[in-house]
């Protein structure tokens, strides 16, 4: 991943992730400066990510070494990963480096799919039961119905999106898991607080 990093004086570009000692060094070229905007290109999965590419994001010149663990976590990011992250950051669910930082191990709870053909989207379609009307699949169905309009339905009945022709996802669902998540978390809070 190429970063470019900018203060009100200096301009640098470098490729992430590095060694630590290259990130002291850039940290020292960085010296008396407070915060940094950051940009990212080159990225593997770059043309999955096209949201992330847009981004500026200011950080504190310390949250080097969090940059280039992002790199990190960014590059390994499988397909459905990067195709999740991009929806949520579309959608604007989710924002800003430290968001996404928090995000990127939680990636498997945005509901997404990989469908390679028609006939394999609208068998998805019918024996996951996500569309009314649509509630078994036979060949003869694949001839009257074509994937991309039924992902076009399912983005306006369940709220979904297509992504790059073969990936729908619902981002608005990961809403649900992370408000599941706070009210377990609310109720461990309570029961540790009924203990003392």
Not at 48 to 74: C, G, Y
Not at 98 to 105: G, L, Q
Not at 128 to 139: A, H, K, M, R
Request: hydrophobic letters at 40%.
């Amino acid at each position: 991943m190429k970063a470019i990093i900018e203060t009100k004086e200096k301009r640098i570009y470098v490729y992430l992730p590095i060694e630590v000692e290259i990130l002291n060094d850039i940290l020292q070229e960085l010296d008396g400066q407070s915060t940094m905007q950051v940009r990212v290109g080159n990225l593997r999965k770059e043309t999955l990510l096209p949201t992330l590419i847009d981004m500026k994001m200011t950080l504190m010149t310390t949250d080097i070494f969090k940059l280039n663990r992002f790199a990190e976590l960014v590059e390994s990011l499988d397909d459905m990963e990067a195709v999740a992250l991009n929806c949520l950051l579309y959608q604007e669910i989710i924002n800003g480096f430290d968001e996404i930082m928090d995000t990127i191990p939680e990636l498997d709870k945005v509901p997404i799919w990989y469908c390679h053909d028609n006939r394999e989207m609208i068998k998805f379609v019918a024996e996951e039961g996500l569309l009314p009307g649509i509630t078994y699949y036979d060949e003869a169905l694949q001839s009257l119905l074509d994937a991309e309009q039924v992902c076009e339905y399912l983005a306006y009945y369940r709220g979904g999106m297509l992504m790059h022709a073969r990936f729908y996802c619902e981002p608005f669902r990961f809403l649900d898991f992370k408000k599941q998540q706070e009210e377990e978390t609310e109720s461990d809070a309570m029961k540790m607080g009924g203990m003392t």
